[in-house]
Structure formats: structure tokens, C-alpha cells
């Protein structure tokens, strides 16, 4: 069965460094052409793509926002990791991640599995 | 603002068919990427939906299809149910190798 858990501080305060976890089970960035994205849905908006990382350590960032993004892996850990920095009222959100079975085959790169979200939210 | 246009909100009675449209440009849609659809249920995760632009995943019922032409694709519910009630988003790539999304689509059943 494949899951996914993101994990993470529920408040940042403006300026902050936001450091999202996602934990993986049921599958391997190993695998060829496996990713893991992160997605994020501010409060009864639209869902926006972050960033995707796959098992060759290969990245690829939401051009809006790639200079505040790094992703990262421990695969030993089966954990994909998200920071943003400089937090803003405006990225408070649920982030998500989720598995792509194939980000280098376009019919295959829809995100297959979801984890349930993480809710963050930026107040002072 | 979503790199992908559908329109906000879309209703029917049961039983009804519904198309939710997903207009994109040269730089996606029209480059070639898949469609991919995602169904939102309140307080929910996304689900897939749809993939490969007309594909559906294990479980999902045969009245929701879609389809791709051009710069655009739609997604299709024939058949209208109560639980259908949700957001509907569409999904792709751009040359950038970045994902997009569509705004999302409020299915309304009266």
C-alpha cells in the first residue's frame, strides 16, 4: 500500500524558515522515473505546484517561487523535504505531497497518490 | 492566477451530463503534455481522477472521461450523482518542466 505523510510546524512567523517533511512508504524514488511533488492549496483557493524531485536527485521548481524552494532527499529514510523561506501571510496553506509514477512519461506523470496535507500557517 | 483556465463553477440535476473545460496555451496544453484530472471532495486531499488525458485509474466510475484537443481538454460526467458534488481540477506540464493547474471547477448538483 502506498502512502504519504507530510509533517511539519503548524505556525511559522513571517520571515521564517518553513522545513516541510514528506514520509513515504510502498514505493522507491529509486525507481525509474518515481518523483514525489509538493502542491500547496491556500485556504478555499486553487491547488499550486511546487516543486518535484525524482530518485536521480534531479529538481525542478515552480519558476514564481524557486528562488524561496529546495527540495531534498533521504532515501534511506524514505523522506522528501520542502524548505520556503522568508514565510508570508500569503503562503499560509495546506501543503501536500504526492507520487508521481513517471515524471518523464507525459502520460504517467499525474500525481497517483496523495497524503492527507499539512495545514501552516504564517501569523506573527 | 492559474496557468490553466476552467470556469469556476458548473451545475446539473442528477442524471444530467456535465462538461468542465481546461484551456491552456502553446507552452503546455498545445506542446503536447497529458491531461490529467483531479477530483476534490470538501475537507478532502485531491484524488486522480483522470490521466493520460482520457485514462481512468482503478475504481473510478465510467461516467467521468475526458479528452484533449489542441490547446484544450475537457472532462466529461455523464450521469450526474449526488457525490459527484466537488472541485475538479485539471493539470499538465510546460516546457519548463514545471506542473500547472487549472483554477478548479465547483460541480454543483441541484
Known amino acids: 500500500q502506498v502512502t504519504l505523510r507530510e509533517s511539519g510546524p503548524a505556525l511559522v512567523k513571517p520571515t521564517q524558515t518553513l522545513t516541510l517533511t514528506c514520509t513515504f512508504s510502498g514505493f522507491s524514488l529509486s525507481t525509474s522515473g518515481m518523483c514525489v511533488t509538493w502542491i500547496r492549496q491556500p485556504p478555499g483557493k486553487a491547488l499550486e505546484w511546487l516543486a518535484l524531485i525524482d530518485g536521480d536527485d534531479d529538481k525542478y521548481y515552480s519558476t514564481s517561487l524557486k528562488t524561496r524552494l529546495t527540495i531534498s532527499k533521504d532515501t534511506s529514510k524514505n523522506q522528501v523535504v520542502l524548505t520556503m523561506t522568508n514565510m508570508d501571510p500569503l503562503d499560509t496553506a495546506t501543503y501536500y505531497c504526492?507520487?508521481?509514477?513517471?515524471?518523464?512519461?507525459?502520460?504517467?506523470?499525474?500525481?497517483?497518490?496523495w497524503g492527507q496535507g499539512a495545514m501552516v500557517t504564517v501569523s506573527s | 492566477q492559474s496557468v490553466l483556465t476552467q470556469p469556476p463553477s458548473v451545475s446539473g440535476v442528477p442524471g444530467q451530463r456535465v462538461t468542465i473545460s481546461c484551456t491552456g496555451s502553446s507552452s503546455n496544453i498545445g506542446a503536447g503534455y497529458d491531461v490529467h484530472w483531479y477530483q476534490q471532495l470538501p475537507g478532502t486531499a485531491p484524488k486522480l481522477l483522470i490521466y493520460?488525458?482520457?485514462n481512468r485509474p482503478s475504481g473510478v466510475p465510467d461516467r467521468f472521461s475526458g479528452s484533449k484537443s489542441g490547446t484544450s481538454a475537457s472532462l466529461d460526467i455523464t450521469g450526474l450523482q449526488a457525490e459527484d458534488e466537488a472541485d475538479y481540477y485539471c493539470q499538465s506540464h510546460d516546457d519548463s518542466m514545471e506542473g500547472v493547474f487549472g483554477g478548479g471547477t465547483k460541480v454543483t448538483v441541484l
Open positions: 504526492a507520487r508521481v509514477l513517471d515524471y518523464y512519461d507525459s502520460s504517467k506523470n499525474a500525481l497517483d497518490i
Open positions: 493520460g488525458n482520457n
